[in-house]
């Protein structure tokens, strides 16, 4: 680690969002075969898929860490990632590692996927096969989760950094220049005030 | 020289074209297995009918079938949480009922859990479908 120190990486709307999203996924997975809890389970369901929408959005215009040009790699160096994480000396990435980077464009695909066909399935617009197609999905979130979790940890032991910290915080090993400066509470207002309102006009 | 094995391939494939089941079929699947577990076992639509608005308890929202499908399951239902329509549970007011033996054992599974807070048995299923077919 010569030359690295804490910097602020994620900003608070990632964070947020992050959290948020997760959130949002385990109360709609809970709730998900329940008729008592089903509006928590559109409303979980919705936050989740308003949330991952403003992500989408935020990787353009969001701080550097936060932009899908700043960590979508292809699978080659996806696989070399993993690959040096099993060598003494795991390739270090301030922001996202290329096999998370990854995980996080499937991440927000599936989340983006299973919100629209849960509300394709609560408006009763098809057939049953949408609720079907909702149920599989969330299924493969599910998985694409536990890869998530699996990746966090891997990553963690490999670089002796706290991933589920630095996501909480914000802050990760890194080079000055590498320093976001700035978290924008601003945008994490509007990120809020956007899943409230997009929540609310989806259980409708 | 393929058309034997054409013949094969087709008639294969035909369970596969998802030939839609009867409410009589799905009833009857449901009888025999009820049967298996109580030898003499024949369905009640009597029983059915007292399956269907028993309050159980288990659901302080949701005590009874009746609760979101009305005392008339041939009448389009209301769900009492979400405020939704729910179309008729009876084949006679809406022919797409028990005729996807999934689709039907789905919603028991996850019914039976809520509302009796336990899985429904063959014979209770038997005699709740029984009602059905015969409420008009």
């Known amino acids: 680690m010569g030359g690295l120190k804490p910097v602020r990486v994620w900003d608070l709307p990632v964070r947020l ?3 948020l999203l997760a959130g949002g996924f385990i109360l709609a997975w809970l709730t998900g075969d329940s008729e008592e809890w089903r509006l928590i389970h559109v409303y979980a369901g919705s936050a989740a898929m308003a949330v991952a929408l403003f992500r989408v959005g935020w990787g353009f215009i969001g701080s550097h860490h936060a932009r899908f040009s700043s960590f979508v ?8 990632y993993l690959k ?36 394709l399935a609560y408006q009763e617009l098809y057939g049953d096969w949408v609720a079907s197609l909702h149920e599989s999905l969330s299924h493969l979130l599910l998985a694409l989760i536990a890869l998530h979790l699996a990746g966090v940890a891997a990553g963690s032991l490999a670089h002796g950094e706290n991933l589920v ?22 945008a994490a207002v509007v990120l809020l005030v956007w899943v409230v309102a997009a929540s609310w006009w989806l259980a409708q | 020289m393929k058309f034997p094995a054409i013949c094969i391939l087709l008639a294969a ?7 839609a089941e009867t409410p009589q079929q799905i009833l ?35 005590p009874a079938c009746s609760t979101c499908h009305t005392d008339n399951p041939a009448q389009a239902g209301r769900h009492i949480i979400t405020k939704k329509n729910i179309k008729p549970l009876a084949p006679a007011a809406n022919a797409e009922r028990f005729t996807d033996v999934a689709k039907v054992e789905k919603w028991f599974r996850r019914n039976c859990k809520e509302v ?3 899985e429904c048995s063959a014979a209770e299923k038997a ?10």
């Open chain 2, 116 to 118: 009796v807070d336990r």
């Open chain 1, 84 to 119: 040096s994480l099993g060598s003494l000396s795991p390739r270090h990435y301030t922001g996202h590692n290329p096999a998370g980077g990854l995980a996080i464009l499937g991440l927000l695909a599936l989340a983006i996927a299973t919100g629209a066909s849960g509300w």
């Open chain 2, 127 to 136: 005699d709740f479908i029984q009602y059905l077919i015969e409420v008009r």
């Open chain 2, 13 to 19: 494939a035909i369970p596969g074209i998802a030939l």
């Open chain 1, 165 to 186: 910290r630095a996501m909480i915080t914000g802050r990760k090993q890194g080079a000055t220049a590498d320093d976001i400066r700035h978290s924008r509470p601003l």
């Open chain 2, 28 to 62: 009857q699947s449901h009888v025999a297995e009820a049967a298996r577990q109580t030898p003499g076992f024949s369905p009640s639509a009597q029983r059915g009918q007292e399956f269907f608005g028993k309050k159980f308890g288990a659901s302080e929202k949701m």
């Open chain 1, 73 to 80: 790699r292809g699978p080659a160096a996806a696989l070399a």
């Open chain 1, 17 to 19: 969002g992050h959290w």
